[in-house]
């Protein structure tokens, strides 16, 4: 699904995200099949532990949130970075609430899906607006991080519910979140649905896609049920695809800019 919106060269200088493109959702899809990867190694490596691989992963966010923040304008590079840290802390969040806490996941899924609708309603209270492109100011900005955060901790815990417990299995899971992303931007062209709230809707339904794919390619026995491939290999597989649209987000950016001089 895609925007209306001017090209990202004639947007407000001070809007702190990106443009809602095609290349846009590839990116989101990269970041999530490499943070469930690559969570999943770290947080399940019994050489690191489950206590310092969250506690590495919030230090990492909170690094990469500092200097998102402190750009005055939209870096490709600080809000993808960024965007990767949120994928790899927000799996390993959901993952503490059910392997460390002993939270079921259809506990762990409905407190998360509250908190992500506190989010919201508070960012609509006080600012009037759920629109990305007005994500213009601090408030805004630190709802929209807020946002994000619970959107991909809310995913992982989705996906996992609906392949384990509710028994879809990590391929079955794939396509059933496959379908459901479709049906927001289905509401959108044909029946009005407002730009905003497909877009989240969207977005979030994202993350458990992209984490049940990488599930089933992934994990590896006794605890997957796909091609257990290992959660390292595929790290270092879905870390390759990432960079490489993120190199095609950072040339298009660039090549924007410069046209814009």
């Given at each position: 699904?895609?925007?209306?919106?001017?090209?990202?060269?004639?947007?407000?200088?001070?809007?702190?995200?990106?443009?809602?493109?095609?290349?846009?959702?590839?990116?989101?899809?990269?970041?999530?099949?490499?943070?469930?990867a690559f969570s999943d190694y770290v947080f399940f490596?019994?050489?690191?532990?489950?206590?310092?691989?969250?506690?590495?992963?919030?230090?990492?966010?909170?690094?990469?949130?500092?200097?998102?923040?402190?750009?005055?304008?939209?870096?490709?590079?600080?809000?993808?970075?960024?965007?990767?840290?949120?994928?790899?802390?927000?799996?390993?969040?959901?993952?503490?609430?059910?392997?460390?806490?002993?939270?079921?996941?259809w506990g762990s899924t409905v407190l998360l899906l509250v908190l992500q609708a506190g989010?919201?309603?508070?960012?609509?209270?006080?600012?009037?607006?759920?629109?990305?492109?007005?994500?213009?100011?601090?408030?805004?900005?630190?709802?929209?991080?807020?946002?994000?955060?619970?959107?991909?901790?809310?995913?992982?815990?989705?996906?996992?519910?609906?392949?384990?417990?509710?028994?879809?299995?990590?391929?079955?899971?794939?396509?059933?979140?496959?379908?459901?992303?479709?049906?927001?931007?289905?509401?959108?062209?044909?029946?009005?649905?407002?730009?905003?709230?497909?877009?989240?809707?969207?977005?979030?339904?994202?993350?458990?896609?992209?984490?049940?794919?990488?599930?089933?390619?992934?994990?590896?026995?006794?605890?997957?049920?796909?091609?257990?491939?290992?959660?390292?290999?595929?790290?270092?597989?879905?870390?390759?695809?990432?960079?490489?649209?993120?190199?095609?987000?950072?040339?298009?950016?660039?090549?924007?800019?410069?046209?814009?001089?």
């Amino acid at each position: 699904m895609t925007t209306t919106r001017p090209p990202e060269s004639r947007r407000h200088s001070a809007v702190k995200v990106p443009e809602v493109t095609l290349v846009f959702w590839g990116a989101k899809l990269a970041t999530t099949a490499f943070g469930e990867a690559f969570s999943d190694y770290v947080f399940f490596n019994d050489y690191i532990g489950r206590n310092k691989a969250i506690l590495g992963g919030l230090i990492l966010l909170a690094g990469c949130l500092a200097v998102q923040l402190s750009r005055r304008t939209y870096s490709p590079l600080a809000y993808w970075t960024t965007v990767v840290a949120v994928s790899v802390f927000g799996t390993m969040s959901a993952d503490f609430l059910n392997q460390d806490l002993g939270m079921p996941l259809w506990g762990s899924t409905v407190l998360l899906l509250v908190l992500q609708a506190g989010v919201f309603a508070a960012w609509w209270r006080t600012q009037g607006t759920l629109d990305t492109h007005s994500v213009d100011n601090r408030p805004r900005e630190i709802f929209y991080w807020l946002t994000v955060i619970f959107t991909f901790a809310l995913g992982t815990a989705a996906g996992d519910l609906a392949a384990g417990p509710l028994g879809l299995g990590t391929l079955a899971a794939t396509f059933v979140f496959l379908g459901l992303i479709l049906v927001p931007a289905l509401a959108h062209r044909r029946f009005a649905l407002n730009e905003v709230a497909a877009f989240w809707l969207a977005y979030t339904l994202t993350r458990p896609l992209g984490a049940s794919f990488a599930d089933w390619l992934g994990v590896p026995a006794p605890y997957g049920d796909g091609l257990q491939l290992g959660t390292g290999p595929m790290s270092l597989a879905t870390g390759a695809v990432l960079l490489a649209v993120l190199g095609v987000v950072v040339s298009r950016h660039t090549a924007a800019t410069r046209q814009s001089r």
